[in-house]
């Protein structure tokens, strides 16, 4: 190791350390923290983010990485500095009045939000909206663009991305799934969701929790499962990976699948390489490769056949009495119900991704100044009309559903489509190179996956592309198909369609 690499890797690791103290505190402040302790935590926050923006736009470092990038150093660490100096030139481009503009405009937006929200007027929100495109627009300019302002935002959350590709793969997705949903729409057959409703007490839905997480590989020596409002999972460090869920003793569905989910997260950030620490070799590589984790064991694993066979017993044991006498089919049909419904979050596996469509699509079109904020209300409702056949109530319901606008984040929203389609994508890679998958899966072997998972994404981090990484982990370039295969798959022979 050269001596200017060894500098690099202690200012990185610096970064990493106030890092690591935020995603502490930001954690803390989602489950722990009392309500009074909110304004001395988002100064402290503050405080320490402007500490971690100074170190990662320091000239120094910059000049730093331009003299270590191209030295021959080996394959790790140049992918590190070929990253760092990627993040390093995308941090400076953008000038520090337009991060405290957009910084003050949005927390303004936030309140605005969530009162607009409330109160279910759109007209409180849309002023806002309306600085917050005209200062990404800024941003996108100044971070600059090949094709159009909405990559240059994209390629924040998932780099390399184009907006071009992504829409025309969706474009094949919502046509694809549209007739599956009228399809399903007109199958009015009771789904037997009652199975998982009602009466579930929280203790059970914890132990049977805590038990899937062991099961599935989520190291509870090296991580926490805790409760918050809204389930996330968060790295503070290598050793130290924090899931939450939530508990609903009238709905079993929701804490077990959020619990999976965010294991999904969570095995994802223990699987990366803990040598690499505060280098991006060290860092998940996308948020659609994020989310292609959790949606992976969520979905293909957890709603599949093969882990009924494997939950039923878990669910007799945590639940005495309660599941005597139910098949494993009767589960597979409550827990893949399709059932069109205004808010994304509450979206089946065949909805979701659609949800997803049309917040790009009017992100895209307002970010090209061919729409207005103005329009979003009625945009929105004819879409979801012509795409779900529902109608949301009111904006509350509709256009103000989402909290991630009010915070700027514009290009976040498709990763979550992403992150779908490439869980079909390796799923499909995988199920062809463990061909007992299926048998492990109902015998609640699934380290057999896990190491799959670890060995072809996990331990690379940002050692490739997004994409890259995806096309190298299955040997296909992706796309759409895999994804629209298994929906009809599935949902063809649940719904008899
Ligand atoms: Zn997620």
Do not use: C
Request: glycine letters at 8%.
């Amino acid at each position: 190791m050269t001596e200017a690499y060894a500098r690099y890797r202690e200012r990185m690791s610096e970064i990493q350390a106030l890092n690591s103290a935020l995603s502490l505190l930001s954690w803390d402040q989602e489950t722990l923290m009392p309500p009074r302790g909110l304004a001395s935590r988002s100064t402290t926050r503050a405080a320490l983010a402007g500490l971690v923006h100074d170190r990662a736009t320091d000239p120094a470092l910059g000049a730093l990485l331009e003299g270590l990038a191209g030295t021959g150093q080996d394959a790790a660490a140049a992918a590190n500095v070929r990253e760092s100096l990627r993040d390093y030139r995308r941090a400076v481009r953008v000038p520090r009045d337009l991060v405290t503009e957009l910084a003050e405009t949005t927390t303004l937006a936030q309140q605005a939000w969530a009162e607009a929200r409330t109160r279910n007027e759109w007209p409180l929100f849309a002023p806002l909206l309306g600085r917050i495109v005209g200062l990404k627009r800024r941003e996108a300019e100044a971070l600059g663009y090949r094709d159009e302002p909405y990559d240059a935002l994209l390629d924040e959350y998932e780099p390399g991305a184009r907006a071009a590709d992504l829409a025309r793969i969706f474009a094949e997705v919502r046509t694809a799934l549209v007739p599956l949903v009228e399809a399903a729409r007109r199958d009015p057959a009771d789904r037997g969701e009652d199975l998982l409703r009602g009466g579930l007490p929280v203790a059970g839905q914890d132990a049977l929790g805590r038990h899937i997480l062991k099961d599935l590989g989520f190291d509870l020596e090296g991580g926490r499962l805790d409760l918050s409002a809204h389930p996330f999972s968060t790295q503070i460090a290598p050793g130290d990976v924090r899931l939450t869920t939530h508990y609903d003793a009238d709905d079993l569905q929701k804490s077990l699948y959020s619990t999976i989910h965010e294991a999904g997260h969570g095995m994802y950030e223990q699987g990366l390489p803990a040598d690499q620490v505060g280098l991006p070799l060290g860092e998940a590589v996308s948020l659609g490769v994020h989310e292609s984790q959790s949606r992976l064991w969520e979905n293909q694993i957890g709603r599949s056949r093969a882990f009924m066979s494997y939950l039923l017993p878990l669910l007799r044991r945590h639940f005495p009495g309660r599941f005597d006498g139910v098949a494993p089919e009767q589960l597979d049909r409550a827990v893949n119900v399709v059932r069109p419904s205004a808010i994304r979050i509450e979206a089946d596996e065949v909805t979701y991704t659609l949800h997803i469509v049309l917040r790009m699509e009017l992100e895209r079109a307002l970010l090209r100044g061919e729409i207005d904020v103005a329009d979003l209300p009625s945009l929105w409702n004819e879409r979801m009309r012509a795409d779900l056949g529902v109608v949301p109530a009111d904006d509350a319901e509709g256009v103000l559903q989402d909290i991630h606008w009010s915070f700027g984040l514009f290009g976040y929203f498709p990763t979550y489509a992403l992150g779908n389609l490439y869980a079909a994508e390796l799923h499909l890679a995988a199920k062809r190179d463990l061909p007992g998958l299926d048998d492990e899966v109902a015998r609640g072997d699934f380290l057999p996956l896990l190491t799959w998972l670890r060995e072809r994404i996990h331990r690379h981090g940002r050692e490739l592309a997004p994409r890259e990484l995806v096309h190298a982990a299955t040997g296909r370039e992706p796309g759409a198909g895999p994804y629209l295969d298994y929906l009809r798959a599935k949902f063809g022979a649940l719904y008899a369609v």
